[in-house]
DNA sequence: TTTATTTTGCAACAAAGTTGCATCTGTGTA
DNA sequence: TACACAGATGCAACTTTGTTGCAAAATAAA
């Protein structure tokens, strides 16, 4: 775990620093998105809010996670897969985001479908983000 | 105009105060989705900051209006079509939102395809946000 | 170990959103 | 038309969320 987080750090030309290595932690301890909230219960009072911001904004300008729109427009961060890297991203998969648990996960394997667009429209990223009970919350 | 107005408060029993009419004046003169800051600044210093708060979200409980997810998670309005009413929406189209303009429309012509998810998941409202450049400015 | 470069925490601030309450206004009724 | 009442508004105070500048601390390289 230790050693994933590190050449994550590395490779992206980034210092391994206290709060990158534990919101890194936090977003491995588990499978789904975080909110800043979130992040900033977990790590307790161990970081400046501030940090945590700059921490995100990193993490995100590097593609080591990606930000996610929710009906709510609350703010969500999680994982990237291993193809986005600095200035590009390339995570076109499906967002879920149960209504019974409240837990928002990448559905990697859902890929978003192609969209007929209106003539004179010219698309560079669609965003999908569905709704509903997650599999934990349907079974019972 | 304002009689189309004083229907759509008259529907939704709702009583035809100033702040509602020039709120629901703003989203009639153009085609688009407005934020919040928007609002605020289009009706001067008519009406105070937590009138406009609390107009939006009577419209949008009431169905007149739906709240729109985008990629850097700001919060955009948009009217209804007729068939969402109080507590239960039917806004199941596609969102644009215009890189160059900064435009945000909803094609209403343009249905959110099916997508299959995998086993256990049950969705219940699937919202499509795209991102490019729309019609206006794809021609020069 | 020393040094140069980043990163962090702090303070101060700005923007966004919420709540309680007194006052005002729109609407139905007499 | 006048009245009463529910509901809408404005204001103040507050919370939450996000930003910026700067000095101190930590990291990585020499
Ligand atoms: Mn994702
Ligand atoms: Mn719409
Ligand atoms: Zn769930
Ligand atoms: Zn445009």
């Known amino acids: 775990m230790q050693e994933a987080i590190q050449e994550i750090l590395k490779k992206n030309q980034l210092s391994v620093t206290g709060?990158?290595?534990?919101?890194?932690?936090?977003?491995?301890?588990?499978?789904g998105a975080l909110a800043h909230g979130d992040i900033e219960r977990?790590?307790?009072?161990?970081?400046?809010?501030?940090?945590?911001y700059r921490t995100l904004q990193v993490f995100l300008n590097?593609?080591?996670i990606h930000s996610i729109?929710?009906?709510?427009?609350s703010v969500l961060y999680a994982l990237c897969k291993d193809d986005c890297g600095e200035g590009h991203h390339h995570d076109?998969?499906?967002?879920?985001?149960?209504d019974k648990c409240g837990n928002t996960v990448c559905l990697d394997e859902v890929t978003v479908?192609?969209?007929?667009?209106?003539?004179?429209?010219?698309?560079?990223q669609v965003q999908v983000v569905i709704n509903?009970?997650?599999k934990d919350c349907t079974r019972e």
């Open 19 to 31: 709060s990158r290595v534990k919101i890194l932690e936090l977003f491995l301890d588990q499978p």
């Open 42 to 52: 977990k790590t307790g009072e161990k970081f400046d809010r501030v940090t945590v």
């Open 62 to 64: 590097k593609g080591i």
């Open 69 to 73: 729109p929710t009906a709510d427009n």
């Open 92 to 98: 076109n998969h499906v967002h879920f985001v149960c």
């Open 113 to 124: 479908p192609a969209i007929r667009l209106p003539r004179g429209y010219k698309f560079s």
């Open 132 to 134: 509903g009970k997650c």
